[in-house]
């Protein structure tokens, strides 16, 4: 009989610790590390980096403006691609009026000329590149 009254308090236990403890326990069983300390980098794995995407989002830039100038993809240069933190969610391209995240977004800045004419696409968090008629930074 007193082992029983002692089961309740060793669950009530065993929940905080499991709770407020280091690790964490998914239902498959293997235990994780978690680290409590805010990361000191926006980005966490390589596979989300803009570098990674970089090719892929210089094609979808100059796929887009080539489509909308209606001239071959092939007469749109890359003149650059760099890598950028973002001030916020408008990725270097706020609108009057408009409200963006307030937060570091990683991203790039993609250089294109056409026609004898610049343009610049910025891409960032999830989002595509985006044709940016008049960058704010």
């Known amino acids: 009989m007193h082992a029983m009254r002692r089961l309740p308090l060793l669950l009530v236990t065993s929940v905080l610790?499991?709770?407020?403890?280091?690790?964490?326990?998914?239902?498959?069983?293997?235990?994780?590390?978690v680290d409590p300390s805010p990361s000191s980098s926006p980005s966490s794995s390589p596979s989300s980096s803009p570098s990674s995407g970089a090719p892929a989002d210089a094609v979808r830039a100059v796929e887009d403006l080539a489509a909308t100038l209606d001239i071959p993809a092939d007469e749109v240069e890359v003149v650059s691609t760099e890598e950028v933190t973002w001030r916020d969610g408008s990725r270097g391209c706020a609108k009057p009026g408009e409200m963006y995240t307030q937060a570091l977004?990683?991203?790039l800045r993609i250089t294109l000329r056409a026609g004898g004419r610049t343009y610049e696409y910025h891409s960032g968090g999830n989002r595509p590149p985006a044709l940016c008629e008049k960058p704010t930074e």
């Open 17 to 33: 610790v499991a709770a407020c403890g280091g690790t964490t326990q998914p239902p498959n069983g293997e235990e994780t590390a």
């Open 105 to 107: 977004v990683d991203g």
